[in-house]
C-alpha cells in the first residue's frame, strides 16, 4: 500500500468552495477535471477500481450505499447497483444494436 497524506475531504471542498467567484466557476473545473480523469483510464482499470472498492466494503452496507449514492450524484440519478444491473440485462439479452456494435468492434480490421 502506498503510503499517502490522509486528506480530510470535506476541509479540502470547503477550502476549494472558498475560491469560487465570478472568473473561477467551481463546478465547471471540478467536473471537467474529473471527466479527464475518468477519459484518462482505460475501461478495464475502471471497472477493476470500481471492483476493488465494492469488494473492499462488500461487509458494510452503509459504505456500499454511499458509494451507490456518489455515482448517482455523477450519472444523473443512475445508481451504481442499478447500472451494473443493466450491464447484466445487456449480457444475458443484449439489444441488437448493442450487438453490432460488439461485431464491429470485435472484427480484426
Excluded: C, W
Aim: charged content about 30%.
Amino acid at each position: 500500500m502506498r503510503n499517502e497524506q490522509i486528506i480530510n475531504l470535506y476541509n479540502v471542498l470547503k477550502d476549494v468552495e472558498g475560491l469560487e467567484g465570478e472568473e473561477n466557476k467551481l463546478s465547471n473545473t471540478f467536473t471537467a477535471m474529473l471527466k479527464d480523469e475518468i477519459d484518462a483510464t482505460d475501461e478495464q482499470e475502471v471497472y477493476s477500481n470500481i471492483r476493488n472498492v465494492i469488494y473492499k466494503y462488500k461487509d458494510d452496507e452503509k459504505k456500499l450505499q454511499v458509494i451507490d449514492e456518489v455515482v448517482a450524484a455523477l450519472a444523473t440519478g443512475a445508481k451504481l447497483s442499478e447500472i451494473l444491473l443493466i450491464v447484466k440485462d445487456e449480457i444475458v439479452h443484449p439489444t441488437p444494436i448493442n450487438t453490432m456494435n460488439l461485431d464491429d468492434f470485435n472484427t480484426i480490421r
